[in-house]
């Protein structure tokens, strides 16, 4: 555990103690995480590549006995109060009628305790009653899953603490559900397996399909090498976006082209596919079918000795001009984050995450660094848009107990 997560954790006990005037039982952490390449091909049953980042939720727990989830932030977004639900009402079939009451980033907690009642047997066990303080480093709203971070880290703690059982990979599909079913977002599985299942030092190369996973070194330090994570800050809702649009123009073309997803389709067949399908829904189609295969590639490369790191930056910045040209989820901020770091210096940059803003990484030397964030945040002001965000990452470790 570094020393930003060792305070991170001590802070957040801290806090728990102040709220509940209480020892909590543990401190359980999830983080966000990079998505290095493949790009809403999750929902499309194909291949994606993320690694976790330093940057994690972590939630102080304490287990009671009075039916009550009592829930406080420790971010302004949570305002000051502690959130409380019934966990009967809550732990039900119907328990989806208790998101209504609650301000919205309760509901990626209480989704959690609902979604986890939908595996169990006698849920007993998630009714006993709970208190949680949720603090997080993760950005909000910057593509790094600062959402699936909180229930990931709910989601290890109660696993723990009610005596589950679940596995990394049944988590993975009982965190998805709190989200897309109980908070109302559709998002794939990327999200909480990255959180649920990274190894510090890989990334974890995902078939979306099968849900297998497996990880791949990504030896970055190793390489003299870094990730830069550019925030633009130009914030997206998945909720109310363009994201769900994006999900059903795929879904139609999967429809069009006669096949079960996506990734179904080979780059092959692409040119027979420009001959069937209106020229929107061809581009979308264009960019996963060429998204699963530098997936792929870019699995290749870091499964050779010694990565060639202009090969890897290639594949990043080609993702990016297929999302950019074919996909049509990014923005004049990202854009410009993408082609000054490459300009400065980065091997190859890309958008991260589902687009619309958010955040962009770029590959970068290790002493390079500096002056590629020096040149995006000098391009930024010549633009007139808010200073960026930059920072560097490095593969961590999935979601634990902490304390
Ligand atoms: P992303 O996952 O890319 O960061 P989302 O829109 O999926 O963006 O999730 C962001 C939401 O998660 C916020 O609007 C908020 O409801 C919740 N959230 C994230 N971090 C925190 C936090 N530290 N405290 C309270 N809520 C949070
Ligand atoms: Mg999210």
Not at 222 to 240: F, N, P, R, Y
Not at 354 to 369: E, R
Request: charged residues 20%.
């Amino acid at each position: 555990m570094n020393e930003a997560s060792r305070r991170q954790a001590a802070g957040t006990q801290q806090h728990f103690a102040e709220r509940f005037g209480a020892h909590p039982d543990g401190v359980w952490t999830a983080p966000g995480r990079v998505n290095l390449i493949g790009e809403h091909t999750d929902y499309n049953e194909g291949f994606v590549l993320p690694f976790a980042i330093p940057h994690h939720a972590s939630v102080a727990v304490r287990r009671t006995d009075t039916g009550t989830l009592r829930v406080a932030g420790r971010q302004d977004v949570a305002g000051h109060g502690a959130v409380e639900v019934d966990l009967a009402r809550l732990v039900a079939e119907d328990g989806r009628g208790a998101a209504a009451g609650l301000p919205g980033w309760a509901r990626y907690v209480a989704g959690v305790f609902w979604s986890l009642g939908r595996e169990a047997g006698e849920p007993g066990d998630l009714r006993a009653g709970y208190e949680i303080v949720l603090d997080s480093s993760v950005p909000i709203g910057a593509g790094l899953s600062s959402s699936a971070a909180i229930e990931c880290a709910v989601g290890v703690a109660v696993n723990d603490l009610a005596g589950l059982g679940h596995t990394g990979e049944e988590l993975v599909l009982i965190c998805q559900r709190a989200e897309n079913e109980f908070v109302g977002a559709p998002t794939g599985i990327l999200d909480q397996s990255a959180s649920l299942l990274s190894e510090a030092g890989h990334a974890l190369f995902l078939d979306c399909r099968s849900r297998q996973s497996r990880v791949v070194p990504l030896a970055l330090a190793e390489a003299g090498l870094e990730i830069l994570v550019i925030d633009t800050k130009v914030s997206h809702a998945h909720e109310s976006g363009g994201y769900g649009q994006l999900r059903s123009a795929c879904e139609t073309g999967a429809q069009m082209l006669g096949v079960a997803a996506l990734r179904d389709v080979a780059v092959a067949d692409l040119m027979a596919a420009e001959a069937e399908l209106p020229g929107q829904i061809f581009s979308r189609v264009k960019h996963i079918v060429t998204e699963n295969q530098r997936v792929l590639d870019s699995v290749d490369l870091l499964g050779s000795d010694g990565f060639d790191p202009a090969a890897l930056g290639g594949l990043l910045t080609a993702s990016h001009a297929s999302m950019r040209d074919d996909f049509g989820n990014s923005c004049p901020e990202m854009d410009l984050a993408v082609d000054s770091a490459i300009a400065a210096g980065a091997f190859g940059a890309r958008m991260t995450g589902g687009g619309f803003g958010g955040s962009a990484i770029a590959l970068v030397k290790k002493g390079d660094a500096d002056a590629v964030r020096d040149a995006v945040v000098r391009a930024f002001a010549e633009a007139g848009h808010a200073a960026p965000d930059v920072f560097s990452v490095l593969p961590s470790p999935g979601a634990r107990r902490q304390a």
